[in-house]
């Protein structure tokens, strides 16, 4: 009965390759974010989505796309994967703008 | 600009002994407070939030945490350290101002000796 969820939890990829990772909620929320975490678990946020509009989009490479099929989706889609995108990536969720977030448990990423 | 400050990047303490991870905030309006915490290999979860009101505000786990304006601060504690504390800490701020987007500190990593 998992509130947030992402798959693949762990995926290993090639460089230049194009990969995807999946979030679901089911907290009814409004809206949803992708976020960064590196290897020192510095916190990036990428992308959050509100009511299915993109309302905050961060300086990220254009290599990376969010789509969102409906509210309770926002899945992140990669195009020619780097070296330097080996990160784990982190769904959320909140009520609202200003709400408490609700994190999925990340999908690994390695690029190699 | 808004920031977050978690002094000290290791917090390391003994079982048993008192809990202290400070915040400090920079925000010319009133900020929503937070702390999540982060156990290996999971995802973060919200330990206790400050919105207004009481300035004390009770977390799960036996945390809690004081939101001083003077002091644009926001320090976690908890009396007595277990040794499932031993996690990544992250304070939070939201402005309203800037659409409630959350600025995260850098983390403080707890470390609990037996």
């Known amino acids: 009965d998992t509130a947030v969820s992402q798959t693949p939890k762990y995926l290993v990829t090639q460089m230049g390759n194009d990969k995807s990772i999946k979030c679901e909620q089911n907290?009814?929320?409004?809206?949803m974010y992708w976020y960064k975490q590196d290897s020192k678990k510095f916190l990036k946020i990428m992308f959050s989505?509100?009511?299915?509009?993109?309302?905050i989009n961060e300086t990220v490479p254009n290599r990376f796309s969010p789509k969102s099929p409906d509210k309770a989706h926002l899945n992140l889609h990669i195009n020619s994967l780097e070296l330097g995108d080996s990160a784990v990536y982190f769904c959320?969720?909140?009520?609202?703008?200003?709400?408490?977030?609700?994190f999925g448990n990340g999908t690994r990423l390695t690029v190699t | 600009a808004q920031s977050v400050t978690q002094l000290g990047s290791h917090v390391s303490v003994s079982e048993g002994a008192l809990v202290l991870l400070r915040c400090n905030y920079s925000?010319?309006?009133?900020?929503?407070l937070f702390w999540y915490v982060q156990y290996p290999n999971q995802g973060l979860q919200l330990l206790l939030k400050?919105?207004?009101?009481a300035t004390l505000v009770k977390g799960i786990n036996g945390f809690e945490a004081e939101f001083k304006k003077s002091e644009t601060s926001f320090h976690l504690t908890k009396p007595s350290a277990h040794m499932s504390d031993a996690a990544e800490y992250f304070c939070?701020?939201?402005?309203?101002?800037?659409?409630?987007?959350?600025?995260w500190g850098a983390g403080t990593k707890l470390i609990i000796k037996p």
């Open positions: 959320a969720s909140s009520p609202g703008l200003g709400g408490p977030l609700h």
């Open positions: 907290l009814g929320h409004d809206t």
């Open positions: 989505y509100n009511n299915k509009e993109l309302i």
């Open positions: 925000s010319s309006v009133p900020p929503y």
């Open positions: 400050y919105t207004t009101g």
């Open positions: 939070a701020v939201s402005l309203m101002d800037s659409n409630y987007q959350l600025i």
